[in-house]
């Protein structure tokens, strides 16, 4: 099945900008969605389709997505930020067919 | 207001079963897939099972739970059920219910968990 991988942590001062990867084989081909949770809450849908934002979510949050690795994108960091960021495809035509990155924890230093 | 609401978590020991439901409210649920995502103890997201809109004609398991696990939904009550049987102390986690939504199926809407822990 198709696989995922992020970094398990990245680290961003207050105000600066974090940048948090998923590689996947030829992943521009597909749509990523990425999701924030926060300690003991449930996943918050924060970028879909690579770079559409739901509504509620700050325009600080973008993403991109191309080659063989998708992007969020999180502008002017703000300490409610930290939290574990997730990457997701769809992988169609697969008994598979959700697809979550491994997970990063981003602090804000 | 889009609402998901799981239930039927608790404590089994292993071997045992366990019948989680999610209610929702607030969407035309018979338009959406519906499916199950994991998160033991301090580790990731893990998808556990879809099932497709209307009938659900079309369901679908990650390996670790094939053959174990079965989805089901009820379009009459508004609610998909996971039922599990053959419990292992490995399935212990937090079982999120969440629409999947767009041509794509974004995870837009969660319910906040139930947790199953399986233990001696």
């Known amino acids: 099945s198709y696989v995922l991988t992020q970094p398990p942590s990245v680290s961003v001062a207050p105000g600066k900008t974090a940048r948090i990867t998923c590689g996947g084989n030829n992943i521009e081909s597909k749509n990523v969605h990425w999701y924030q949770q926060k300690p003991g809450q449930a996943p918050v849908l924060v970028v879909y389709?690579?770079?559409d934002r739901p509504s509620g979510i700050p325009e600080r949050f973008s993403g991109s997505n191309s080659g063989n690795t998708a992007t969020l994108t999180i502008s002017r960091v703000e300490a409610g930020d930290e939290a574990d960021y997730y990457c997701q495809v769809w992988d169609s035509g697969s008994d598979h067919p959700w697809v979550f990155g491994g997970g990063t924890k981003l602090t804000v230093l | 207001e889009v609402q998901l609401v799981e239930s039927g978590g608790g404590l089994v020991k292993p071997g045992g079963s366990l019948r989680l439901s999610c209610a929702v409210s607030g969407f035309t649920f018979s338009d959406y897939c519906m499916n199950w995502v994991r998160q033991a103890p301090g580790k990731g997201l893990e998808w556990v099972s879809s099932?497709?809109?209307?009938?659900?004609?079309?369901?679908y398991y990650a390996a670790s739970v094939k053959g174990r696990f079965t989805i089901s939904r009820d379009n009459a009550k508004n609610a998909v059920v996971l039922q599990m049987k053959s419990l292992r102390v490995e399935d212990t986690a937090v079982y999120y219910c969440?629409?999947?939504?767009?041509?794509?199926?974004?995870?837009?809407?969660w319910g906040q968990g139930a947790l199953v822990t399986v233990s001696s």
């Open positions: 099932i497709s809109y209307r009938s659900g004609s079309f369901t």
């Open positions: 969440a629409r999947g939504a767009g041509s794509y199926y974004r995870g837009d809407s």
């Open positions: 389709d690579d770079r």
